[in-house]
């Protein structure tokens, strides 16, 4: 992160705001980049005066909003094939296992799967598409995505940018501790989003387990002093 921040603080301001909006579009497309690397790097860098705090946010959040529902459009046009094909290209980021994952806790959480979804890598990059895939009501879509996105973007922009200004002022002689700190700010805001999706996860995949055993040819269990019905005998 810290190469990508030194990468960025060498851009101009304009194109910065563009790199924002573009990754992070790009990424709710169903694209894995490295989105909420860039929008905290440049978080950082608007503590220390080289952009402005609400050309990130804002950029954030219009990449977030566009970029899902550009995703939603494409997955109801491509549906599970396209899914599926996103999976081969893909396999460590939305293989079978990780699409399925998102899939349960969307068809359960519903929208608010896309709400929280803002917060979580894996949900972040499949929310649009699978959205669409599933046919979920647009306006429904749009009113989660955009909540999503306006309290991700802004919420981590300004944490970031209130948690710097103060480390600078404070920290001064120690900028590294500074850049820590805000660091642990951005990721413990969060925290709580990311362990109650991992929870959720959890408790998406426990009955399919279950399922797949019943489904894997295991005996039925014999109720205490019955007899087993030979096989031929049935009638």
Do not use: C
């Not at 860039?38 to 950082?44: I, P």
């Not at 899914?83 to 899939?103: D, I, N, S, V, Y």
């Not at 200004?165 to 500074?178: F, M, N, T």
Request: proline letters at 6%.
């Amino acid at each position: 992160m810290i190469d990508v921040q030194h990468w960025l603080s060498a851009l101009p301001p304009g194109v910065i705001y563009l790199i924002v909006a573009g990754v992070i579009g790009v990424e709710s497309m169903g694209v894995p980049l490295p989105g909420e690397i860039v929008l905290v790097s440049s978080a950082l860098l608007a503590a220390t005066g080289v952009v402005e705090p609400e050309w990130v946010a804002g950029a954030a959040a219009f990449g977030a909003i566009v970029g899902d529902s550009v995703g939603y459009a494409i997955g109801r046009r491509g549906g599970r094939p396209l899914l599926a094909r996103l999976g081969r290209r893909f396999p460590k980021h939305l293989g079978p296992t990780q699409l399925a994952r998102a899939e349960q806790s969307f068809a359960r959480h519903g929208v608010w799967a896309v709400f929280f979804g803002r917060f979580v890598a894996l949900l972040r990059i499949l929310a649009g598409p699978l959205a669409g895939a599933l046919h979920v009501p647009y306006r429904r879509f749009l009113l989660a995505n955009a909540a999503g996105g306006l309290v991700w973007a802004f919420g981590t922009t300004y944490l970031l940018y209130s948690v710097g200004r103060a480390a600078e002022h404070w920290l001064k002689d120690i900028s590294w501790a500074g850049l820590v700190l805000a660091v642990l700010a951005g990721l413990g805001s969060t925290w709580w989003l990311r362990r109650r999706a991992h929870r959720i996860g959890s408790a998406d995949s426990t009955p399919d387990r279950e399922a797949a055993a019943a489904a894997g040819g295991q005996p039925a269990a014999v109720a205490p002093g019955a007899d087993p019905v030979p096989a031929g005998n049935e009638h």
